[in-house]
């Protein structure tokens, strides 16, 4: 089966701090993607990478930055966490096929205080 | 650009009645259709997808989805629901040409009682 795996389910952090969120996958996805979760927004695309060291801006790339040195690992960095930017944090692969599904992590509740 | 519209964001029903969730798109290129479900503090896991043929995909645990073209909906339906499908669902769409990133709604809650 396939895997994502997201560092931590719940994270506290105060205004200011440099957060990092990781995401590894165990099934040599190409793409790889982080979307936030909100209430009555649903899911919105902040960065996704098709490759090693490729980055493309999502919707919504503002305050956040992204990392990928190695194919199975994609971070979300928060350079300096805001109290909107409380949310939960969705990691995805998927493969380059036509048509294929993207998995998911089990997501990252994060609380910025 | 594409979006995805899911105007219920609460679908309250009894056990065994039947249900239908729906999803409209709008998208100038053809696209892949998907449903994904999110139980309770778990991340998202597909629950159907068109990508050509029959308009009409089926999953594992008697959801059903119809493609229909001429009114961009993908609407999901079971026709008699569990407790257990007491989740969000979103639908979701990607192109079929060009890079594939999903494009979500804002989701539905289904919430069946007893």
């Known amino acids: 089966d396939v895997k994502v795996t997201q560092s931590s389910r719940y994270l506290v952090k105060r205004t200011g701090e440099k957060v990092f969120l990781e995401c590894v996958q165990d099934?040599?996805?190409?793409?790889m993607f982080w979307y936030r979760q909100d209430p009555g927004l649903g899911l919105r695309l902040i960065y996704f990478?098709?490759?090693?060291?490729?980055?493309e801006k999502g919707d919504i790339p503002e305050g956040y930055s992204v990392s990928r040195e190695k194919k199975e690992r994609f971070s979300l960095i928060l350079e300096s966490a805001s109290t909107n930017q409380t949310s939960m944090y969705l990691c995805?692969?998927?493969?380059?096929?036509?048509?294929?599904?993207?998995?998911f992590g089990q997501g990252t509740r994060l609380t910025v205080v | 650009a594409q979006s995805v519209t899911q105007l219920d964001s609460q679908v309250p029903v009894f056990e065994e009645a039947p249900v239908e969730l729906r999803c409209n798109y709008s998208?100038?290129?053809?696209?892949?259709l998907f449903w994904y479900v999110q139980y309770p503090n778990q991340g998202l896991q597909l629950l159907l997808k068109?990508?050509?043929?029959?308009?009409l995909v089926e999953s594992i645990n008697g959801f059903e989805a119809e493609f229909n073209k001429s009114q961009t909906s993908f609407h999901l339906r079971k026709p008699s629901v569990h407790i257990s499908d007491t989740a969000e669902y979103f639908c979701?769409?990607?192109?079929?040409?060009?890079?594939?990133?999903?494009?979500f709604g804002t989701g539905t809650r289904l919430l069946v009682s007893p």
């Open positions: 995805a692969s998927s493969s380059y096929s036509r048509g294929t599904e993207a998995f």
């Open positions: 099934m040599d996805h190409e793409n």
């Open positions: 990478s098709y490759d090693v060291k490729m980055k």
């Open positions: 998208s100038s290129v053809s696209v892949y």
């Open positions: 068109y990508l050509s043929g029959s308009t």
């Open positions: 979701a769409v990607s192109v079929v040409t060009g890079f594939q990133k999903l494009v």
